[in-house]
């Protein structure tokens, strides 16, 4: 993922310094860096009994951790503020879920679960 994230803004540069300024190149260069803010803005904190969900300025959650019902591993391509397609997916409240992707997932669930034991794991690691 990193390695496509790299390519993706890579591409527009070699253009530029290839053709000079043009309309490709900007049209090329406006959507690699969109993306790559959304990759290094993403990230997920864990604190005040709160999960929040931040990537960008297209989504900041807060999820009361005792509204989490159930973790499951899924590589749903869906849109979601994850940064990889090796993701779990967060079931709160009645109806609603987040997909997401934790460096570290069995140490974010254990903390998830140290929080709130009633969390469903199942996600099988």
Do not use: C, W
Request: glycine share 6%; no cysteine.
């Amino acid at each position: 993922m990193v390695v496509a994230v790299l390519l993706l803004l890579l591409a527009p540069i070699v253009q530029l310094l290839k053709y000079s300024l043009s309309i490709g190149t900007i049209l090329m260069l406006i959507p690699s860096i969109f993306i790559g803010y959304l990759f290094v803005s993403t990230y997920y904190e864990i604190g005040n009994g709160v999960l929040r969900v931040k990537s960008g300025f297209l989504v900041n959650r807060s999820i009361p951790i005792r509204s989490i019902t159930k973790l499951e591993a899924t590589k749903n391509p869906i849109s979601a503020p994850a940064t990889s397609f090796d993701r779990l997916e967060v079931f709160y409240n009645k109806y609603e879920s987040v997909i997401i992707s934790p460096k570290g997932k069995r140490a974010f669930i254990g903390h998830l679960k140290q929080l709130n034991p009633q969390i469903q794991d199942n996600t099988g690691l």
